[in-house]
């Protein structure tokens, strides 16, 4: 799944004073259907405090300005990327403030945070917010699960199933995985919007999160869901309570920071990691949770010549089960992993894993749960050459479907090598 935040900030210049002030004018791009909203995700956005999108007063002459934000560049620009001390202790207050609300937290980062990598970083955040709610940490970095994130952080795109990882089979019978991608000008800033402000804003131009178009919408708080391990309204993911998984992180710097996180369950013991969650417990607190400063020998700042603020997201995927092929070069992996339904729209999203030349995917629907009596078929056409492996398909009708109906799905997939249509029945739910 992917978010795009806010982007832009507007300028006010006076001779000493300068007031900038961020606007949340999200760029949307096609993101996943997500879950409900589950019992640890609050109950609307928590506003940021401080206000990590907001300048505050700036004082100073142009090129050297300094703002009550830390973030802000002295040319009055958001950074492309910062991992500046000042900046990010200051989004790390608005992290605590909002865990507050939530009875969490608060959250410490390690005493070697500005040693650690981009990826790292990813890493260890995403391990707080879990054990800080009371779930196991995520156990370290695997190669396999890094190198499809990173190709993935690189392409501006959500993760897949990682070459090389034997993945596992959750309790509902899919493959156990999540991921996301997400831009931002500190991991920490990610952090916040993925957790704190995945649901609804109160309008559309102010929800981060395109699918969640209402404070009762399916999609709302669906990263969180999948970041933290569990997303109740289509699979159980890799599990709030997974003591096996592993991780995968991705960073590349592009028009602007783009992050990728990428959880997966291991189907058999845990396979050799690169960086631990027990390593890095060395470099917290023992038992404590008091919020600190922290400070650090060096930072680095990217400037971007465009203003920009955040983005956060985290495509959190849970994926899920095996196919049959029909014709030699066919998808080797075809599954539904994502599902939403309705009255009027059915939304999935579907995976096929190894795929080369997908031109046409087509979901069927069905009224009862054992695939038999079909309702419709909705597909999408891809360009061969492109080689798709994912993507959304979304049917809508009015009153297509019938009030409170279960409904189950199955899958087909056509590509250049012959096509594929998924070995199981799918489970949608009730409209």
Not at 37 to 55: G, H, K, M, T, V
Not at 154 to 176: H, M, R, T
Not at 191 to 196: N, T
Not at 333 to 338: H, P, Q
Request: aromatic share 8%; net charge neutral.
């Amino acid at each position: 799944m992917s978010v795009t935040p806010p982007r832009g900030v507007t300028a006010r210049v006076a001779v000493v004073v300068v007031a900038i002030f961020s606007t949340l004018a999200i760029t949307a791009g096609t993101s996943l259907a997500a879950s409900m909203a589950a019992p640890y995700n609050p109950p609307a956005n928590i506003s940021p405090n401080p206000d990590i999108l907001n300048s505050g007063t700036c004082t100073g002459s142009p090129g050297a300005y300094t703002c009550a934000n830390p973030c802000v560049t002295p040319q009055l620009t958001w950074p492309a990327f910062t991992n500046g001390v000042s900046c990010t202790n200051y989004v790390l207050k608005a992290i605590n403030a909002a865990m507050a609300q939530e009875g969490a937290g608060p959250m410490v980062l390690p005493s070697n945070w500005y040693s650690l990598t981009v990826p790292e970083q990813l890493f260890v955040v995403a391990d707080l917010e879990r054990v800080l709610r009371g779930y196991p940490p995520y156990l370290g970095l695997n190669a396999a699960l890094t190198a499809e994130a990173q190709n993935a952080a690189a392409n501006n795109a959500d993760p897949g199933l990682a070459s090389g990882f034997d993945v596992g089979i959750d309790a509902a019978g899919d493959y156990g995985t999540g991921g996301s991608w997400s831009q931002g000008f500190n991991v920490l800033v990610a952090d916040y919007f993925l957790m704190y402000a995945d649901g609804w804003g109160g309008s559309a131009a102010n929800t981060a999160n395109i699918d969640c178009t209402s404070a009762t919408a399916l999609a709302c708080w669906g990263h969180r869901d999948e970041l933290l391990g569990s997303d109740p309204a289509f699979n159980p993911g890799v599990g709030l309570f997974c003591t096996t998984c592993e991780m995968g992180t991705g960073y590349a710097m592009l028009s602007q920071a783009s992050y990728v996180d990428l959880i997966e369950l291991p189907a058999g013991a845990p396979p050799a990691m690169t960086f631990t969650w027990a390593s890095e417990s060395a470099y917290l607190p023992g038992g404590s949770v008091s919020t600190t400063t922290t400070t650090a020998p060096s930072s680095t700042t990217t400037t971007s010549t465009i203003p920009t603020t955040t983005t956060s997201t985290t495509t959190p995927s849970s994926t899920t089960t095996t196919t049959t092929v029909h014709g030699p070069g066919g998808p080797t992996n075809a599954s539904i992993t994502r599902h939403a339904i309705n009255l009027n729209t059915v939304n999935v999203r579907w995976l096929s894993q190894g795929t080369k030349g997908v031109a046409q995917v087509i979901l069927v629907t069905y009224r009862g749960t054992a695939c038999r009596e079909r309702v419709r078929a909705w597909s999408e056409r891809y360009v061969a050459s492109r080689n798709v492996t994912g993507g959304n398909i979304v049917g809508t009708k009015r009153k297509v479907y019938s009030p409170a109906g279960p409904y189950s799905a199955s899958l087909i997939v056509r590509s250049l090598g012959g096509g594929s249509y998924s070995g199981r029945c799918y489970p949608l739910g009730r409209s």
